[in-house]
């Protein structure tokens, strides 16, 4: 059977689609990048399928309480706001290798409250994170070296753009933490498996 690889997809129709929204005339020249999306929606449609029952593994961690049990244990809280929380912990961990997910779960559960919240904070903030575009020195030093670092093939040519953004994203949590956190919040990401970091680095890199 064919490995599919769901969010190689999913990049490689976004970059089409870029294409086809900043510069249409362009596109409609183009018939083999018309055939390549039509082709490309075809296989994300495929993958998810195939890719189901193996994204249900471990998902049951982030389903979400009734809102009577919500309120019952956190009065004073906001019902949209966690579950949108909880379906942008969704998008990471679809992306984490089934087996590592409940470890990966455990690891963010030890961390300290404000240090997760802000993690949390940074995920649910919908301004655009503009980055310092990363070099290619930098970008392959990432890639050698950083657990995920692998993810530079999946961004190909934008990999220096997405890392401005993933950076982006970690320095605004480090920003919004109490100093004696930041080491503990590079701990855990230089403890993260190589699974778990690629999907980290997607989800910031989005």
Request: some cysteine.
């Amino acid at each position: 059977m064919m490995t599919v690889n769901l969010p190689t997809i999913i990049s490689e129709i976004t970059e089409i689609e870029d294409v086809m929204r900043n510069d249409r005339r362009s596109y409609n020249r183009d018939e083999e990048k018309q055939v390549r999306l039509r082709e490309l929606y075809g296989q994300r449609e495929s993958a998810k399928v195939i890719a189901a029952d193996a994204e249900a593994t471990g998902m049951e961690i982030l389903a979400p309480l009734s809102i009577a049990k919500f309120r019952e244990r956190n009065p004073d809280g906001d019902y949209p706001t966690y579950t949108a929380a909880l379906r942008e912990a969704g998008d990471v961990m679809l992306g984490v290798p089934a087996n590592e997910r409940k470890s990966f779960a455990g690891a963010i559960d030890r961390l300290p409250l404000p240090l997760s919240g802000a993690m949390i904070s940074v995920l649910l903030d919908r301004r655009h994170f503009v980055g310092e575009h990363c070099s290619p020195d930098t970008v392959a030093f990432f890639k050698r070296n950083a657990p995920g670092g692998g993810i530079v093939h999946e961004w190909g040519h934008m990999a220096g753009q997405k890392m401005g953004t993933a950076r982006a994203k970690l320095y605004a949590v480090v920003d919004a933490i109490d100093e004696p956190l930041v080491p503990v919040f590079l701990r855990w990401l230089e403890n993260l498996t190589d699974g778990q970091a690629t999907a980290v680095y997607r989800k910031l890199a989005a």
